[in-house]
Nanobody, 134 residues
C-alpha cells in the first residue's frame, strides 16, 4: 500500500522560503504524478502544484496553479525518491497545512488541482504545517 510522507514545514517570516518534501517508503514515485494541496484554517482545500510521472528520463511535466506561479515550483530528486515543493516570497496567506497526494496516474490533470483533489486522489500524506508570520 502506498504511503506518502511530507516534511519540511515550519514557521517563517513573510518573504521567506521553504522547501517541502514528499516521499513514499518502499514505493517508487518515479512514474506517478504527485500533487500538492493546501488547506488553511476554515478554508477549503486547494490545489497548489503537480509533478508528473516520468515518461522517459528527463521527460516530466509540472503544473503550478496560476495564482502561485513565480513563487512556487515543484521538482524531484529521483535518486532519493523525493518530490519537492519549493515556496518563495511567502505571505501570511500561504499559511496552511500542505499535503502531497497521488491518484496513481502518470499524468497531471489540472482539473484535479482545480477541485482540491476531492474524489480524485488515491493516497494522501499526513500533511505538514506551514506558518508565515508578518
Amino acid at each position: 500500500q502506498v504511503q506518502l510522507v511530507e516534511s519540511g514545514g515550519g514557521s517563517v517570516h513573510s518573504g521567506g522560503s521553504l522547501r517541502l518534501s514528499c516521499t513514499a517508503p518502499a514505493f517508487n514515485l518515479e512514474y506517478y504524478a504527485i500533487s500538492w494541496y493546501r488547506q488553511a484554517p476554515g478554508e477549503e482545500r486547494e490545489g497548489v502544484a503537480c509533478s508528473g510521472g516520468s515518461v522517459s528520463p528527463g521527460d516530466t511535466t509540472t503544473v503550478v496553479v496560476d495564482s502561485l506561479k513565480g513563487r512556487f515550483s515543484t521538482s524531484r530528486d529521483y535518486s532519493k525518491n523525493l518530490v519537492f515543493l519549493q515556496m518563495s516570497a511567502l505571505k501570511s496567506d500561504d499559511t496552511a497545512v500542505y499535503y502531497c497526494a497521488t491518484d496513481l496516474d502518470h499524468s497531471c490533470f489540472p482539473r484535479n488541482l482545480m477541485n482540491g483533489g476531492t474524489g480524485s486522489m488515491h493516497t494522501w500524506g499526513q500533511g505538514t504545517q506551514v506558518t508565515v508570520s508578518s
